[in-house]
């Protein structure tokens, strides 16, 4: 009697963005999820620290309330610069070079800020920050959801953006234990350097996309970091077809094609909004609440308690947008901001004060993360660090023009007309979220 050994099955040929899609979440993904999450927190933690260190300055200097608006737009001018540039550069030279580029031009030029000697150089060396700020946003949410497993992709970029939060806190700490001293907000630069040392970590230690590795024809990196992440699963690797090396180099004007020309003009629109809204109340919100009589030290400690706030308002995003979707999830929560700005500005007491900012702050950063998650999904590889980077830079736009706007408003209404303005920005998101495609449990586009 002849005996037949059956032949083991042929392994399905997969792509390496599937073979990426289809692992659990690994330590690899958390290594990469914390390593990109620490820059953000230290681009929160320096965009937070400004907001203390204006408060600060315009007792110690005498500034007056237009220059400080100026100190607070510039670095946005050069954060737009930043945002626009750092995605076209992660789409032509990769994700990994340009977040370790702008982690070291923003955190040598915050170390140097902590040297000057007046509001001219302070001024140019805010806005050398905001170059690097800018990209490294964008930037790092790409890499992110390049990586991440298709079905929760929305969920860990959600938390890669609650880093937001750990860097503010921080940046209230450090206002309120540090910068509130004299001469405090020169060793709050000082701290805000960090980031120009965690740049080598970045550099050497976390990978490059796959997805931007295939298509610089450079394949046997591409495999070996899809291997990286299937060993930390567990996972025998598959094969892959060929790739072939697109050259095509991407461009801003692709944005406003046929196929692209809606999802685009909806996300600046809440791009725009967003920024607005954000930067006008938090940026002034520590001013503003000197003005309505407490101390400096009283507004350090207020804001300290609405940035926690910050927190549950990731969580519950994180866990909505796989559950709701990205676009119902982003719509709810600016809808939630909305109506928290408007309550804000007519505040006035201690407890309705912290009640409405907390609001505030949980809708506001829950939509921010959100917006991150879904920046890069509606683009394809070629384009994806392009559009998220394009979106972002309109953004500022936003963020230049509400800090300069909110005296303005607070001479012709008070803060209460500020804030109904804010709510109108949220509103405006609101209806440009609505327009935005759905990408929640689809496979990133490649083409």
């Known amino acids: 009697m002849v005996s037949h050994t059956p032949h083991a099955p042929a392994r399905q040929s997969l792509t390496r963005a599937e073979r990426l899609d289809r692992l659990p979440f690994t330590?690899?993904?958390?290594?990469?999820?914390?390593?990109?999450?620490?820059?953000?927190?230290?681009?929160?933690?320096?965009?937070?620290?400004?907001?203390?260190?204006?408060?600060?300055?315009?007792?110690?200097?005498?500034?007056?309330?237009?220059?400080?608006?100026?100190?607070?737009?510039?670095?946005?001018?050069?954060?737009?610069?930043?945002?626009?540039?750092?995605?076209?550069?992660?789409?032509?030279i990769g994700r990994r070079q340009v977040f370790a580029l702008t982690l070291l031009v923003y955190g040598l030029a915050t170390g140097a800020s902590a040297l000057a000697t007046g509001l001219v150089m302070l001024i140019v060396l805010r806005f050398v920050i905001g170059l690097g700020l800018g990209a490294e946003l964008p930037v790092a949410s790409t890499l992110v959801s390049e990586f991440a497993p298709r079905r929760i992709r929305g969920r860990i970029v959600v938390i890669l953006e609650a880093f937001w939060a750990v860097g503010w806190i921080a940046a209230a700490l450090i206002g309120n234990f540090v910068v509130a001293g004299d001469n405090g907000w020169r060793w709050g630069f000082v701290i805000g350097m960090v980031p120009a040392f965690y740049a080598i970590y970045v550099r050497l230690g976390m990978p490059e996309s796959v997805r931007f590795l295939e298509r610089k024809g450079r394949v046997a990196e591409a495999e070996a970091a899809v291997r990286v992440y299937e060993s930390a699963a567990g996972q025998e690797p598959v094969p892959s077809p060929v790739v072939t090396e697109d050259a095509a180099p991407p461009h801003w004007r692709q944005l406003w094609t046929a196929r692209f020309r809606r999802r685009t003009a909806a996300l600046w629109v809440v791009w725009f909004g967003v920024n607005f809204a954000y930067y006008g109340a938090f940026i002034w919100m520590r001013s503003l609440l000197i003005a309505k009589g407490f101390s400096l030290v009283a507004s350090f400690e207020y804001t300290l308690i609405i940035t926690l706030a910050q927190l549950p308002g990731y969580a519950l995003a994180a866990f909505l947008i796989e559950k709701w979707g990205r676009r119902a999830t982003l719509a709810g929560f600016l809808a939630g901001s909305a109506v928290a700005a408007v309550l804000f500005g007519q505040a006035d007491t201690v407890p309705t004060i912290l009640a409405a900012g907390m609001a505030l702050s949980a809708f506001n950063l829950g939509a921010w993360g959100a917006l991150y998650a879904v920046s890069p999904e509606i683009y394809p590889t070629a384009l994806r660090g392009t559009g998220s980077g394009s979106a972002a830079a309109f953004g500022r736009l936003a963020s230049i023009i509400a800090p300069l706007a909110v005296p303005w408003f607070i001479r012709s209404g008070g803060s209460g007309v500020a804030f109904v303005a804010f709510g109108v920005a949220f509103v405006l998101a609101m209806v440009g979220a609505l327009f935005l495609p759905e990408y929640r449990g689809v496979a990133l586009e490649e083409e």
């Not at 681009?43 to 408060?55: C, E, K, T, Y």
């Open 27 to 92: 330590r690899a993904h958390g290594k990469l999820l914390g390593g990109s999450g620490i820059g953000w927190a230290l681009d929160a933690m320096d965009v937070g620290l400004i907001s203390f260190i204006i408060a600060a300055l315009g007792q110690e200097w005498g500034l007056t309330a237009t220059e400080q608006s100026w100190l607070a737009s510039v670095g946005f001018v050069g954060m737009a610069i930043g945002a626009s540039v750092g995605g076209l550069l992660a789409d032509r």
